[in-house]
Every structure is written in structure tokens, then in C-alpha cells.
């Protein structure tokens, strides 16, 4: 079942059950206080915290999202991606708990046949919050294994806005992949064995005072509500389609064989290179799609965060052998495999490469110059029997061949050795402290006679002439 077939079944079912269903919202989050749109539920937020009334009271969509806060899992485990799609469902005010439960129950569980994903009930396995008996107790009404129900604390089922406002417990749905991969004993014991596909969020309270989850405090029941559940598109991509992970899917894996077709190397023999491959694969796409919604590299914000993913394209393919250009390769088969989803890609194909490709070149600029350098250093270092490359070589690195110091850190770390970044950090200060000094020379060295004409000019009473003299008013 391919990725969109997949999205599209949720989106039919939920339709059918009377949700309006909206498309995705853009991935420049419209909540200031992240840079991305990270989950389903991000333009619903207004909606949730009962600011606006909703244009209908159930809805669905399947929303694009970015989370870099995953970005060190990419390529590592078999389900994290920088972006990935969330489908979810959604009530404001309207069903609750036994619903959402009976929705995702029968979604996951009806034939192919009919519309489902046809997953075995005794695969499937729930979490539920510590005081949830009620939740668990419809879980079973549904037909599911009581043994196959896990109780989770505050930290992982109960969630809120991290500020006052509505919050609730969740209960999460997994699949069990099988014993050859991992231990027995259900989510708590193996979260790679048992996949987490699918969260349901059930708001009923109003909590305030959320330091921590530990000691927030529920004012009371909130009058309106609400559901908000997220699933994970790639998730229930690679379970469905048989696959190992989520690189593996319809929508990414035709980037993995383009690298291996620049490359040489084959996907699945190496261990390592298999990491890189997939971080090739899920960057591509990530950079494509942030790229889409009109970011553009730069040193602040979302274009940083797009211009590390670029860079560590770039960088992946080198430790695959690559030095040549990459993105011309990789980006257009990216949009082939995420175009049926997104037909919009192709109208802003053209502006995107044509940015991305620069991106690369003058990457590739700067990493000519300062490679060998790194290099040098950190042959250094080894020679000396240190772990540590110096922060002077560092900070030269930085200040002669520009290399950012992420960088550093990450080519450096690739080779075993850190980096003095304390030191380095020390050198960027004094450079600064050095550079406002002479700024303040300077000014102080300036010729200010020009000024004395015009202060002399100030000193004599000036006129009004606005209510005279148009010309006078600068209309
Ligand atoms: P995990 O603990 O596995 O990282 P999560 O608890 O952070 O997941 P939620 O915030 O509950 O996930 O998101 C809802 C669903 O979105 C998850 O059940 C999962 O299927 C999917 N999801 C979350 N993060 C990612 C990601 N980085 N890549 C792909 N899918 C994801």
C-alpha cells in the first residue's frame, strides 16, 4: 500500500464519519514560539484552546511536519524522520474518548478489503495513563488483549501546552513487529520491537501551574472536550509495506538508490554507510519540502536549520565517496517521489533547486578550502596523543577558511577526536572584544568639523513656514 494510498484511506474513513477534512497548513509554523509546524494538531491549536470556534467540530488532515529535535535518531533508528507526514483526527467539543478509541481501533483493524490497513488485533498494543481506567476499559470493549493494555505515568501520558490551558491523558498505539526484533513484554519493554504508530489525546482538564509534569495542577474538567490524535504517516508506511524502517518507503527510498547510483556503494551492506545513506534520503526530502513552503538557506532560524541539512547532504555523500556536486541528482527524485502527494512541488521546483544547488556549490567552496586544514589538525592532535583538536586551530579554521564551528565539531567528531571548544569559543570573544575596539578608534579618529556648520545652523531660531509655505510641508 503506497504512502498516499495510506493517506488517503485515513482521510476517506474519517470523511465518512463526518470530519471535514482540510489540507495540510505550510510548514513555517503560524505558533511563534516554533520554527516548524511539528505536529497534526499545530494549526488546530486556536481551535483547542477554545480562541476561535472551528469551522466544522470534527476534523482531519494529513499535516507536513519538521522536528529537528529528532535530528541525532535520523538514519539510527528505524522510525524518526526530520520531516514525516501526521494524519489525525480531530473533535472539538464534540465525541470523545469511546469514539476516538472505536475510530482508531476499527481503522487499523478492517480488511483491506474494506477500506483499512487490515493490521492483526494480537500486533497491536496500547499505553494508557495511570489513572485512565476508563480508557483501558474501552480498549478492552473493543476486543482488545487486556495483557496487550500498559499503563504509563505523567511523563509519557499526559499531555499539556507546557503552559496553563487545556490538557488530558493520551493513549498510544504500537505494533509489534515480531520477536526477531527485540524483547517481549510490550512498549514499556522495547520501543524498537513495538512501534509507536498512532497517539490519541484526550482533553478534559484545565491545568495550570505546569513547571513540570510532574507537579502541574488540574484546575477542573473543561467544559468543551476535545480529541486530538496524530499518526504517523512513515510509520504505518514501512508496517504496512513490509519494509525495515521509514527510509525504505515508496516516498524516500528512491533517493537512497540515486545515491547509490552516484555513489557506487550499495545500499544494505555496511552498517555505517546504510546510516548515511538514510540521512541522505531523509534530508533531501526535508530540505525539498521546508525549501517548498519558501525558506531559503541563511545563518538564522529556519534557514539555518535547512542549511545543515543541506550541508549534511552534501557532507553524507563525501563519506560515500562523493565530492562532485549532489543536490542535481538527488533533489529531482525527491520530487518525483513526493509529487503525486504535493503537485505544488512543481511550481516551485525551479526557485527551489536554483537556490539549493548555489547553496551547494559555495558549500563545496568552503569545504575545499578547510578540509585539509581539519585534517592536518586533527593528524596533529593523534600525533600528539590527544584527543582534542586545539581551539586555535579551530578558530583559524573558522576566521580563515569559514568554517562554522558545528562543522568542525562535526567532521572532527567523525574522526574520533573533539574539538577545545572553550578555547575556541575564548578566541571568537577577544576577536570581538578586538573588533568594537577599533570600531570605537576609528570613530574617534573621525573628521567631525562637517558637524560644527550644522550645529552652528541649529543655534539660530528656525522659522515654521508648514502653514505657509507648501513647499516648505515636503509634500
Ligand atoms: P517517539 O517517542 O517515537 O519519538 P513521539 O511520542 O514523539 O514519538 P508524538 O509526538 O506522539 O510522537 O507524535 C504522534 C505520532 O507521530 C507518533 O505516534 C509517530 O507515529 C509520529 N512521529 C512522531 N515523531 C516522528 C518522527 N520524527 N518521524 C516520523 N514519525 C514521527
Redesign the pocket.
Given at each position: 500500500m503506497r504512502t498516499s494510498e495510506i493517506a488517503k484511506r485515513y482521510l476517506d474513513y474519517f470523511e465518512k464519519h463526518d470530519h471535514l477534512v482540510v489540507p495540510s497548513a505550510s510548514l513555517i509554523s503560524p505558533n511563534p514560539t516554533t520554527l516548524f509546524t511539528i505536529?497534526g494538531m499545530v494549526p488546530f491549536i486556536p481551535y483547542l484552546m477554545g480562541e476561535q470556534t472551528a469551522p466544522y467540530p470534527r476534523m482531519a488532515s494529513n499535516q507536513k511536519?519538521v522536528?529537528t529535535l529528532?535530528i541525532d535518531?535520523v538514519g539510527k533508528t528505524t522510525?524518526?524522520?526530520?520531516f514525516?507526514q501526521?494524519i489525525g483526527n480531530f473533535s472539538f467539543g464534540d465525541y470523545f474518548k469511546e469514539e476516538a478509541i472505536h475510530y482508531a481501533w476499527e481503522l487499523l483493524t478492517l480488511p483491506v478489503e474494506q477500506g483499512g490497513y487490515g493490521l492483526a488485533p494480537e500486533k497491536l498494543w496500547m499505553t494508557t495513563f495511570t489513572d485512565d481506567e476508563e480508557a483501558r476499559a474501552m480498549w478492552r470493549n473493543e476486543g482488545v488483549d487486556p495483557e496487550h493494555i500498559q499503563i504509563m505515568g505523567m511523563e509519557d501520558n499526559f499531555w499539556t501546552t507546557g503552559g496553563p490551558g487545556p490538557g488530558g491523558p493520551?493513549s498510544?498505539?504500537y505494533v509489534d513487529r515480531g520477536p526477531e526484533y527485540g524483547v517481549e513484554g510490550g512498549p514499556i519493554a522495547d520501543?524498537n520491537r513495538y512501534i509507536?504508530?498512532?497517539?490519541l489525546v484526550f482533553e478534559n482538564y484545565e491545568v495550570d501551574n505546569v513547571k513540570s509534569k510532574t507537579d502541574l495542577h488540574i484546575v477542573g474538567e473543561l467544559e468543551n472536550k476535545n480529541i486530538d490524535t496524530?499518526?504517523?504517516?512513515?510509520?504505518?508506511a514501512y508496517l504496512l509495506q513490509g519494509k525495515q524502517n521509514?527510509y525504505e518507503t515508496d516516498e524516500v527510498y528512491p533517493v537512497i538508490e540515486a545515491a547509490e547510483r552516484l555513489s557506487g556503494h550499495k545500499y544494505g551492506k555496511d552498517a555505517d554507510a546504510d546510516v548515511r545513506f538514510r540521512v541522505v534520503a531523509d534530508h533531501v526530502r526535508s530540505a525539498l519540502m521546508i525549501m517548498s513552503d519558501g525558506v531559503r538557506p541563511s545563518n538564522v532560524g529556519r534557514g539555518y536549520v535547512l542549511r545543515r541539512l543541506l550541508r549534511r547532504v552534501v557532507r553524507s555523500m563525501r563519506m560515500l565517496g562523493v565530492t562532485d556536486p549532489v543536490l542535481p541528482s538527488l533533489f529531482p527524485v525527491s520530487k518525483a517521489a513526493m509529487e503525486a502527494s504535493y503537485p505544488e512541488l512543481n511550481d516551485t521546483f525551479h526557485d527551489v533547486t536554483e537556490a539549493a544547488y548555489g547553496e551547494e556549490d559555495t558549500f563545496l567552496r568552503t569545504l575545499e578550502n578547510g578540509t585539509t586544514i581539519l585534517d592536518v589538525a586533527v593528524r596533529k592532535a593523534k600525533e600528539a596523543g590527544e584527543e582534542t583538536v586545539s581551539g586555535k586551530d579551530a578558530f583559524t579554521l573558522h576566521d580563515t577558511y569559514g568554517f562554522p564551528i558545528e562543522l568542525t565539531l562535526e567532521m572532527a567528531a567523525e574522526q574520533g577526536v573533539k574539538v577545545d571548544e572553550a578555547k575556541f569559543r575564548e578566541l571568537m570573544a577577544e576577536q570581538k572584544g578586538r573588533a568594537r575596539a577599533d570600531a570605537l578608534k576609528k570613530r574617534h579618529n573621525v573628521d567631525l568639523s562637517v558637524y560644527d556648520d550644522f550645529k552652528k545652523t541649529l543655534a539660530k531660531p528656525i522659522d515654521f513656514l508648514g502653514y505657509t509655505d507648501f513647499s516648505a510641508r515636503g509634500t
Open positions: 505536529a511536519c522536528r529528532d535518531e522510525r524518526h524522520g526530520t514525516f501526521m493520551c498510544e498505539i520501543e509507536e504508530i498512532w497517539d496524530g499518526a504517523g504517516l512513515e510509520r504505518l521509514i
